[in-house]
């Protein structure tokens, strides 16, 4: 057997843009951002408009309990690459647009129980999590995104190439799936794809991804369901109706 093997895997990593090089600024306002919305580990790409000191810049987020990763392509391409840094070609340029409908839900969370737990004071009331479904109801065009952070995504219409959707939970599209579909993400293992018609670009769950001309050849142009199995792999089920 070989002692190396490569296998597809998106990084989850947040993208943090700064349009300072006050690092003092940059503590205050990220902190509190990281805190209510992000774990301790959460990988990061940097990117700047203004010129910045790398290697202090790095420390301070490390300092935040970030994982810096790369930079993007620019002004502090030069200083990463003289430390060995990564460098990134920067995203492509896409139009978030909103979707037609939000819904939301708000469920209490469990709260938890311990069996050696005697007091019978009341628990404290545990926080709501809150779900959104996001439904869209026209073509998402070549260079439109739609970005559902907290829950599922429903299109109602099909996606063109050159588009994207990204949710955090699952992702229906009753029609043509030409763009990129990224369902979990953030990690979600139990999400996943429903789709009329598969002829997309890139698809993925929880950063396991398929490009289009690894999808298999018997589910193209079809209605499939996509989830992981045990083994964290793509699994393309042909729909029957």
Do not use: W
Request: net charge negative.
């Amino acid at each position: 057997m070989a002692d190396i093997r490569i296998k597809g895997r998106m990084v989850n990593a947040i993208r943090i843009t700064l349009d300072t090089n006050d690092h003092d600024a940059i503590r205050q306002q990220l902190s509190p951002m990281l805190q209510k919305s992000f774990p301790a580990g959460t990988l990061a790409v940097i990117e700047s408009s203004v010129e910045q000191e790398l290697i202090e810049l790095i420390q301070l987020l490390i300092s935040l309990d970030l994982q810096p990763m790369a930079v993007t392509e620019g002004l502090l391409a030069d200083q990463a690459r003289s430390i060995q840094f990564p460098v990134i070609p920067p995203d492509r340029k896409l139009e978030q647009i909103k979707p037609t409908k939000e819904q939301s839900a708000e469920t209490p969370a469990a709260p938890e129980t311990s069996a050696a737990a005697v007091s019978t004071a009341p628990a404290p009331e545990a926080p709501a999590v809150r779900h959104v479904t996001s439904y869209h109801d026209e073509i998402l065009r070549t260079g439109q995104c739609i970005v559902q952070n907290s829950g599922d995504i429903i299109l109602n219409a099909g996606i063109n190439s050159g588009s994207e959707v990204i949710a955090s939970g699952n992702i229906h599209i009753y029609g043509i799936a030409r763009g990129r579909v990224i369902a979990g993400a953030g990690g979600n293992i139990a999400a996943r794809i429903f789709c009329h018609s598969l002829e997309a670009e890139l698809v993925s769950i929880a950063g396991t991804y398929c490009v289009a001309d690894d999808i298999p050849p018997h589910v193209v142009k079809k209605s499939v369901h996509i989830y992981l199995n045990d083994q964290q792999e793509l699994v393309f089920e042909a729909l029957q109706f």
